[in-house]
């Protein structure tokens, strides 16, 4: 069982950066995928970006790609997502998520445990 607690988001500016934490509890963190997703009001639930177990493959959204990056931290148990040139179109709950497949994933579906969501708000 993991545990996934998120923090950093907030209200910001547009163009302004935010950095997302993801703190994972038990000793197994370092075997799982991880992957941020987001969800705007009245909107489904959408992938943003995913890494690997040990960091060295991640893969992003377009709708993010070149402004997002997602990393991790095993010995800290956290995997991160630093955001930049923020857009009011980024304004959702964003959640992440363990898959017990060591591999990165786009899909909802392959992840087995989520967190409760940060709020991020980007003003115009």
């Known amino acids: 069982q993991v545990q996934l607690v998120e923090s950093g988001g907030g209200l910001v500016q547009a163009g302004g950066s935010l950095r997302l934490s993801c703190a994972a ?15 705007a009001p ?10 690997n177990w040990s960091g060295a493959s991640t893969y992003v959204a377009d709708s993010v790609k070149g402004r997002f990056t997602i990393s991790r931290d095993n ?12 857009k009011p179109e980024d304004t959702a709950v964003y959640y992440c998520a363990a898959s017990r497949s060591s591999n990165w994933s786009p899909y909802i579906y392959e992840y087995d445990y989520w967190g409760q969501g940060t709020q991020v708000t980007v003003s115009s």
């Open 75 to 86: 010995a800290e148990n956290t995997v991160y997502l630093q955001m930049n040139s923020l």
């Open 25 to 39: 509890s038990g000793r197994t963190f370092s075997r799982y995928g991880m992957g941020w997703f987001r969800q």
């Open 42 to 51: 009245g909107k489904e639930r959408e992938f943003v970006t995913t890494i």
